[in-house]
C-alpha cells in the first residue's frame, strides 16, 4: 500500500519555464511534508519543507503548495535550470511516540532541457 | 558534501552471506536513519536510532539489525543475504530524535550474486 504516490515517473520541461511536481498522499496523519532532490551517485538532498498547518511555503525558485482536503502537494520550479535536471522525491512524515516516521514517494525524474 | 559518511561505496557478495555497512552522521547530529532503495522504487524507510537508542521501525526484515555506537556512528547488518537485497543502502542523520530535516550520505550499493 503506497501511502505517498508520485504519479508522474518523469517529467520534461523548457529551460525557463514552470516546472510543477506532484505527490498525493493517503494517510491522513501526516504533518509534514518534504521535497528532497537526488543526483546520481549522489544521496538526497533536501529542497524544501512544508508544514501541515500551512498552505504554501517558498523558498527562491521553489514553492511548495499543500491542499489538505485533496491530500494533494504540488512542488513548482520558476524558472527551470538545467541544473534542476535530477530526481525528486516527495516524503510524508508522522510523528510517532519517540521519532519520526518518514514515507517517500518513487520520485519523478526531471529534465530540463535547454 | 552532506557530512554523513557511508563506508563502503559498493559491495558485492553471494547469497547466503552476511554484510556490515557503516554509517557516520554529521557532527553534532544524535539520530540515524537507514533507508534501503531498491531498483526504480523509492527510499524504504528500515530504522531510526537516537543516542543509542532504537527510535522508530520501518520495512525492516527480520534478517536485518542495526545499531548505534557510543560515539554515534552506526552499522546496520545483513544476513542470510538473498538476490532480493541488492540496492542501494542510505543512511541519513539528523539532529534530534524529531529532525525534520535529515542529511543524506552517498549511500552504499549492495549487490548480491
Known amino acids: 500500500d503506497q501511502q505517498v504516490k508520485q504519479n508522474s515517473p518523469s517529467l520534461s520541461v523548457q529551460e525557463g519555464r514552470i516546472s510543477i511536481l506532484n505527490c498525493d498522499y493517503t494517510n491522513s496523519m501526516f504533518d509534514y511534508f518534504l521535497w528532497y532532490k537526488k543526483y546520481p551517485a549522489e544521496g538526497p538532498t533536501f529542497l524544501i519543507s512544508i508544514s501541515s498547518i500551512k498552505d504554501k511555503n517558498e523558498d527562491g525558485r521553489f514553492t511548495v503548495f499543500l491542499n489538505k482536503s485533496a491530500k494533494h502537494l504540488s512542488l513548482h520550479i520558476v524558472p527551470s535550470q538545467p541544473g534542476d535536471s535530477a530526481v525528486y522525491f516527495c516524503?510524508?512524515?508522522?510523528?510517532?511516540?519517540?521519532?519520526?516516521?518518514?514515507?517517500f514517494g518513487p520520485g519523478t525524474r526531471l529534465s530540463v532541457l535547454p | 558534501d552532506s557530512g554523513v559518511t557511508q563506508t563502503p561505496k559498493h559491495l558485492i557478495t553471494a547469497t547466503g552471506q552476511r554484510v556490515t555497512l557503516r554509517c557516520s552522521p554529521r557532527?553534532?547530529?544524535?539520530?540515524v536513519y537507514w533507508y534501503q532503495q531498491s531498483l526504480d522504487q523509492g527510499l524504504q524507510f528500515l530504522i531510526q536510532?537516537?543516542?543509542?537508542?532504537?527510535?522508530a521501525k520501518g520495512n525492516i526484515l527480520e534478517r536485518f539489525s542495526a545499531q548505534q555506537f557510543p560515539d554515534l556512528h552506526s552499522e546496520l547488518n545483513l544476513s542470510s543475504l538473498e538476490l532480493g537485497d541488492s540496492a542501494l543502502y542510505f543512511c541519513?542523520?539528523?539532529?534530534?530524535?524529531?529532525?525534520?530535516?535529515?542529511?543524506f550520505g552517498p549511500g552504499t550499493r549492495l549487490t548480491v550474486l
Open positions: 516524503a510524508a512524515s508522522a510523528r510517532g511516540n519517540y521519532g519520526q516516521n518518514f514515507v
Open positions: 541519513a542523520s539528523s539532529v534530534v530524535a524529531g529532525g525534520l530535516t535529515q542529511y
Open positions: 557532527s553534532g547530529d544524535l539520530s
Open positions: 536510532y537516537y543516542n543509542g537508542e532504537e527510535r
